[in-house]
């Protein structure tokens, strides 16, 4: 009995010590390997216990083991707090990180106070209490299973063998749905971001920015430029370098001359978001097109990184119940794409195909930048008359800013993400940055907030004056390992489409919900289910209802391809495809080089019996057999 239990004692010291390593090393690490984190401190704290009832022969000892991985997620705290980087050492995040894991070891303390309690005689109690959480996490892990084939407007995916052309495993629990809302990451405390200062305000018709700051001298910066992650100091990398100004004694306003500028006034700071149209824009042909032609679409995509399919109708019910009204009304026609899959793991393994029809990694040479230069979907667009906008709320968009100074973008939106209250200097982690699990916040507001405001005056102000619009919008919310950062998107871009109603937006323009993959970080993406959702992102596209009628081929079309195996190339065709429409996508046109031979517009249908092999997605990505998970 001794010998059992000084090994039980020299295993926990070897996996205590191999925690400790894991964790000094958490910031040197891939994050994959950073995820180690988790399963020791689960597999340490429960070792902990284990031993300690071999020393405890009195059961009321051994309750008080409960608390042992309390204890050792408290020295697991102390040991992440050392080993962060000294940009990210402040009170609040170190409460967040000790809570976090707190949370995890707590689950462990549970199972073992149940324990001691039965062997304190108290087994009704336990065994109550416990037969209660474990029926019902039995019957939502149950109901859980058919989210798999569930889909909007109560639309199935055909799963299995009923689909042999592409049976997709549709039989397993969806973790994440054994947890309310907010369950994951309660710790973070509610989604708040404050309140904004009011020392200024923008008066928009007239473009100024109205500054009242009696108690000193304020300073603004007007934006143009993005961090340098080095060193925490602006670097421009295209021709729109910030400005600093300094108001006069006695001034209180001044020209907005950029799209965003910060204002400080002593230790207190706004930031204001303004879209300015590009003059040359408002002098195009407001049609910009013979009336003899039929009347072109405008697009805006909408990419939620990291956010499956499953994941948008788990987290985002409010923007799923306007999109889903909006159908029902006869208003628009709504489509969804049950077998869209990735063909790279992360987010460069998917985008370049997307929005430049290009195969691997973007590596910013002269030729990459020539290739998508011509090829990009929005230079289709650009050559059709329409105003281009890009934005991102993630600082690292090095193609998308030189397209910007070559003049193959209008508008360019994505230096205002690099403020270092929001980006912590390119610091990336589960507490701080655009991959926290924290809500995301700069300025007392949201930081989506400011984008959807730009997106929003750039769109009403363009279609005012009869200009067509193409945009494209990166949001980082779904990046994240607790997979709820991204609900704080929920409201937001519901009141976005309910806007775009209102003024009428919706009845010239396509809208695209999409994404590059699912989740890849925290602890659901290592389990099979989780593998399987990260292969399943999102892709749904709402169109106005009479382009639909006017053509049934096309939405016999889109109606079939809810089925069929789709990827990021044939969302690149479509867009083409849009941009000419109705005249059929061209590979040839000599205007706008070939796209790639197996990219497939959803304009036309895609055969059911479409292989892996031939949509170019590899074996290891395939979705598609029972086999699925072993590559």
């Avoid at 400005?243 to 950029?258: D, K, W, Y």
Wanted: aromatic share 10%; with cysteine.
């Amino acid at each position: 009995m001794i010998f059992l239990t000084w090994v039980r004692v020299v295993a926990l010291l070897l996996l205590t010590v191999g925690q400790l390593v894991v964790l000094v090393a958490k910031y040197q690490l891939s994050e994959a390997a950073s995820q180690l984190q988790i399963p020791f401190v689960a597999a340490g704290a429960f070792l902990v216990t284990l031993s300690s009832f071999t020393l405890f022969r009195d059961p009321r000892g051994r309750v008080c083991t409960a608390a042992l991985p309390l204890v050792m997620g408290f020295a697991t705290a102390a040991v992440s707090y050392t080993t962060t980087p000294q940009s990210s050492h402040n009170l609040s995040d170190q409460i967040v990180d000790v809570v976090y894991v707190l949370f995890l070891c707590g689950m462990v303390s549970v199972a073992i106070l149940a324990y001691g309690l039965v062997q304190l005689g108290r087994s009704r109690t336990a065994i109550a209490s416990m037969s209660l959480v474990l029926a019902g996490t039995y019957v939502r892990g149950l109901a859980s299973r058919s989210e798999w084939t569930r889909g909007l407007l109560g639309e199935q995916m055909v799963p299995g063998s009923a689909f042999p052309f592409c049976p997709v495993p549709a039989d397993m629990i969806v973790w994440p749905s054994l947890l309310i809302p907010r369950a994951a990451n309660f710790f973070v405390g509610p989604y708040t971001c404050g309140s904004p200062q009011t020392f200024a305000h923008l008066d928009r018709q007239r473009r100024v920015l109205h500054v009242n700051c009696p108690d000193t001298t304020p300073d603004i910066v007007f934006g143009g430029g993005s961090y340098n992650h080095s060193s925490g100091l602006y670097r421009f990398k295209n021709k729109n370098a910030s400005r600093h100004v300094q108001l006069a004694e006695g001034r209180t306003s001044t020209p907005m001359i950029r799209e965003w500028a910060e204002v400080r006034c002593g230790s207190r700071k706004i930031f204001c978001v303004m879209h300015i149209p590009k003059a040359e824009l408002l002098s195009r042909d407001p049609q910009g097109e013979p009336t003899s032609e039929p009347p072109r679409l405008n697009v805006m995509v909408i990419m939620l990184d990291a956010v499956s399919r499953l994941q948008f109708r788990r987290r985002m019910p409010e923007l799923v119940q306007i999109l889903e009204e909006l159908h029902r009304s006869g208003r628009s026609s709504l489509f969804q794409f049950f077998r869209y899959t990735t063909v790279g793991h992360s987010t460069m393994g998917n985008i370049p195909l997307m929005v430049g029809g290009k195969f691997n990694h973007i590596s910013y040479t002269a030729e990459d930048k020539r290739f998508l230069a011509e090829r990009y979907w929005w230079s289709e667009f650009k050559r059709h008359r329409y105003a281009t906008v890009y934005q991102s709320n993630l600082c690292e968009d090095e193609l998308g800013s030189w397209m910007s100074g070559e003049g193959l973008l209008d508008h360019h939106f994505v230096e205002w993400a690099c403020q270092p209250e929001y980006d912590a200097y390119g610091e990336r982690s589960n507490i701080v940055g655009p991959y926290s699990v924290r809500q995301r916040c700069l300025a007392g507001d949201f930081v989506h907030a400011y984008q959807l405001q730009h997106l929003q005056e750039a769109w009403s102000t363009y279609r005012r004056l009869g200009v067509r619009v193409a945009s494209h919008s990166v949001f980082e919310e779904g990046h994240e390992g607790t997979l709820e950062v991204v609900s704080t998107l929920d409201s937001p871009l519901a009141e976005l489409v309910k806007h775009f109603k209102i003024e009428g937006h919706l009845n010239d323009t396509v809208i695209v919900f999409t994404s590059d993959h699912g989740l890849h970080m925290g602890p659901y993406w290592m389990t099979r289910p989780g593998r399987l959702e990260h292969k399943l992102p999102l892709l749904v596209m709402l169109f106005p209802r009479w382009f639909t009628q006017q053509h049934p081929e096309t939405e016999r079309a889109l109606r079939h391809n809810a089925q069929s195996l789709v990827t990021a190339w044939d969302i690149y065709a479509t867009l083409r495809h849009v941009a000419s429409f109705p005249a059929g996508w061209n590979r040839g046109n000599a205007t706008f080089p070939a796209g790639p031979p197996w990219a497939c517009t959803l304009f036309d249908r895609i055969p059911y019996n479409r292989t892996c092999r031939e949509a170019r997605i590899p074996a290891r990505r395939c979705i598609c057999g029972v086999e699925w998970d072993k590559h």
